[in-house]
């Protein structure tokens, strides 16, 4: 599939990007370490975040429609630098979770309008594809993200955030760069108003089952930093795993392009990559070395992989002409969701029950999913024809 130019550069921008944006799963280690505050409390304060990106996605896909979709993705950006560069010289921890909520508000700006544009651009047929694509870029990204997070992370885990606040504006320089210039979208605001993604019921069972996998994927990356001391590891081994999470995700794009996975359904593939997570888990359950624990990681990463591109597609396939923004701005309100619930409970079970307890709860969560899928998310059935008489 060739990709339009816009999408390159969309993707090339999120793997520069993603080489700093690994300062959010180490913010309530950060805060534990430096301000000395417990996990309840850290969990409390990252809660902060995840409160703030839910009406974030939401004004990203508003401004994206009025402002346009350029300037929206260039204003996210510089606002998120400039939070990463406050926390990272906040001097209190009042500051730093004022700093944090801020970081939340414009944290997801940048996505629906990214996101809407891939979907336009790569067309019906191939946003399946496009999607899968955008996240192995991430993924990219990140491989160089968790090296630079075991190196940083080592030193002063403040520094993650000042890398974070360069990738952004590096990031923002190539999109004002390379990407056309917006054109008024008058058709597209007309059309927008003619529906509410709200009110589609299958726009809101995606949201759900959405919502039960940003909790599931934002508990594991905020729970592994934390949890790995208790193994005899150091927090920053943390690192090392999202950088083999990140590269089994991009050497495992061809099997996307295997003809019986390729063939699979929407619900089947679904199901398929929440039960190769739950397995993963299990495995961190039972962990005790950080050979083993990236044995789970590359199991959870396969699972991201069948995950993430089929429910983008299936949402933006859902959306009407014109639409996409906001229907992608919508579903994408379940990292939200997520952002809240996943710390406050990540570091609740941890401190009150313990990591093989946490891992093992987050398993049967996902086996839970599994299970959802196969059993809502079905195609209406197709009504037989009658024969003629």
């Known amino acids: ?163 974070d606040a360069v990738s952004c504006l590096l990031c923002a320089l190539l999109v004002r760069l390379a990407v056309p210039a917006d054109t008024r979208p008058r058709d597209r605001d007309r059309t927008a108003s003619a529906a509410s993604p709200w009110r589609d019921p299958a726009l809101l069972l995606m949201l759900a089952l959405g919502t039960g996998y940003a909790l599931l994927y934002l508990q594991i990356v905020t729970a592994l930093p934390l949890s790995l001391p208790a193994r005899g590891l150091h927090t920053a081994d943390a690192g090392l795993l999202f950088t083999v999470s990140a590269a089994a995700v991009v050497a495992g794009q061809p099997l996307l392009r295997l003809r019986r996975i390729a063939a699979l359904g929407t619900a089947t593939g679904l199901a398929l990559g929440h039960l190769l997570i739950a397995v993963g888990l299990l495995g961190y359950a039972a962990a005790t070395t950080l050979p083993t624990a990236a044995a789970a990681t590359i199991l959870c990463a396969l699972g991201e992989l069948l995950v993430m591109g089929r429910a983008y597609g299936a949402v933006a396939a859902l959306a009407p002409a014109g639409q996409a923004d906001r229907y992608l701005a919508a579903f994408g309100t379940c990292w939200g969701f997520g952002g809240v619930a996943a710390p406050l409970v990540a570091t609740q079970l941890l401190t009150h029950a313990g990591p093989v307890a946490l891992w093992t709860t987050l398993a049967a969560l996902s086996l839970t999913l599994t299970a959802a899928h196969l059993t809502l998310h079905r195609p209406a059935p197709t009504p037989e024809l009658t024969p003629p008489s």
């Open 1 to 163: 599939m060739t990709l339009p130019r816009p999408v390159k550069v969309l993707l090339v921008a999120r793997v520069v990007n993603r080489v700093g944006a690994f300062s959010v799963p180490f913010l309530a280690a950060l805060l534990a370490a430096d301000y000395h505050a417990g996990l309840a409390s850290a969990g409390v304060v990252a809660a902060f975040f995840g409160v703030a990106s839910i009406p974030s996605r939401l004004v990203g896909g508003r401004l994206a429609a009025g402002l346009g979709r350029r300037r929206t993705i260039v204003a996210g950006l510089v606002g998120c630098a400039l939070a990463q560069l406050g926390l990272a010289g906040a001097g209190s921890l009042p500051v730093a979770a004022g700093c944090a909520f801020a970081l939340g508000l414009v944290f997801e700006l940048y996505e629906p309008p990214s996101q809407a544009l891939i979907a336009e651009l790569a067309g019906p047929g191939g946003q399946e594809r496009a999607f899968s694509l955008f996240n192995a870029a991430l993924a990219l990204g990140g491989i160089g993200a968790g090296l630079l997070a075991a190196l940083l992370g080592r030193w002063d885990l403040r520094w993650l955030f000042v890398a």
